[in-house]
Nanobody, 126 residues
Framework: QLQLVESGGGLVQPGGSLRLSCAAS????????IAWFRQAPGKEREGVSY????????SYARSVKGRFTISRDNAKNTVYLQMNSLKPEDTAIYYC???????????????????WGQGTQVTVSS
């Protein structure tokens, strides 16, 4: 059974850091591109960061570029999102999502992704 499980969320003060993990199982992980999305209350789900199946290509939303770093360890079937210099506007539920390499489209379009995790809450507040 295909599964994506996020972890690492929590409450952090502005300027702090968190590292999110997305553990995958039940599918050939290295044949899938992975993205992180987030959704704040009352707002649409937005793409945050993307990493190709090999890890050779990454991209970031303008709002997080320079503060967030995405990486993956295919031997551990896990993708990470290191989040530094966190701001209150980063508060949201963060989801990881997987799409096979055979899918093409906007890497930050939720419709591109076939599989989603349940999400992990990130709250940035003093």
């Amino acid at each position: 059974q295909l599964q994506l499980v996020e972890s690492g969320g929590g409450l952090v003060q502005p300027g702090g850091s968190l590292r999110l993990s997305c553990a995958a199982s039940g599918f050939p992980f290295d044949n899938y591109h992975i993205a992180w999305f987030r959704q704040a209350p009352g707002k649409e789900r937005e793409g945050v960061s993307y990493i190709s199946n090999s890890g050779g290509f990454t991209s970031y939303a303008r709002s997080v570029k320079g503060r967030f770093t995405i990486s993956r360890d295919n031997a551990k079937n896990t993708v990470y999102l290191q989040m530094n210099s966190l701001k209150p506007e980063d508060t949201a539920i963060y989801y990881c999502a997987a799409t096979p390499t055979t899918n093409w489209g906007n890497s930050f379009s939720p419709g591109l992704y076939d599989y989603w995790g349940q999400g992990t809450q990130v709250t940035v507040s003093s």
